[in-house]
């Protein structure tokens, strides 16, 4: 049935198809209505399955499939979220709220559900206004544009937890701006500076997670932001060519030991890596010093 459903709509003029179903099986019949689909130019958004299992969960897994996991409102996986091979992006799936086939109610309704089938939708949808904007786009190319142009999560570039990363749609839309313009990317880390000179040593291993990078134009006018994941890495894909003020906002009880913000120019292409940041503790006051009220 689910074979023969897709195999409609690819004829009956479907672009995008999103499958929030699967099994660990693989199935022969889906397989190739899925390759049929492919072959007649359709984009198929499949669920990544929600057993926090790394087994491969099918049709997400296929070929050509753009498979999706979830995320929370952290931008960290989603508890229950699949990972693995069959993950090339995720979006959020933590406690959606949207409508609801609710069987006791033939008007329908509402309800707040989580998992891998939350997040589809919101990938589909962003397929959708991507082929919209440009309609000779072809499936492959909404794959791969939705693909490149995610927030990179998790450790630097592709990763088992959150392939590409999570969805951007404003990068997305604006890529075609800087379609023929070869863009720019940042990176760096943001590390524990147990003792407060300012200079990321090799013994200091523990890094910061959670902390907002802003980057600026030469105007200071704000271009994009992004946060440091769990390891104190952060990266910033599709930068044009430019001079940039990138500042680290310091979070409360911690002080900024290194540079308040660094300055640096992109060139075409280029890969700025080591934009990094310092915060240790605010240090204890000694006893017996007060402040004036």
Sequence with gaps: GVAEGLVYAVDHGADIVVLSLGSKTKSQIIEEAVNYAIDHNVLIVAAAGNANSVDNFYPAA??????????????????????????DVVAPGDGIYSTFNNLADPAGGYAVLSGTSMATPHVAGL??????????????????????????????????????????????????????????????????????NGLHDETEQQTLGGIQIDIYDENLTLVTSTTSNEAGYWTLNNLRPDA??????????????????????????????????????LPALPPNIYFPM
């Design 244 to 281: 940039y003020t990138v500042r680290a906002e310091t979070p409360s009880g911690m002080i900024m030991t290194g540079a308040a913000e660094i300055q640096v120019t992109l060139e075409p292409a280029a890969h700025r890596e080591g934009v990094d940041f310092g915060f240790a503790p």
């Design 127 to 196: 397929a959708g206004l991507l082929l919209a904007q440009n309609p000779t786009r072809t499936a492959a190319e909404l794959l791969s544009l939705i693909e490149t142009t995610a927030t990179d999560l998790g450790q630097l570039g592709y990763d088992n937890q959150f392939g590409f990363g999570r969805i951007d749609a404003l990068a997305a839309l604006q890529a075609e701006e800087t379609a023929n313009v070869e863009t720019a990317m940042l990176s760096g880390v943001v590390w524990e500076d147990s003792d407060l």
């Design 62 to 87: 296929f070929d050509g499939v753009l498979g999706v996991g979830a995320t929370d409102k952290n931008d960290e996986k989603w508890i229950l979220s699949n990972y693995g091979a069959q993950v």
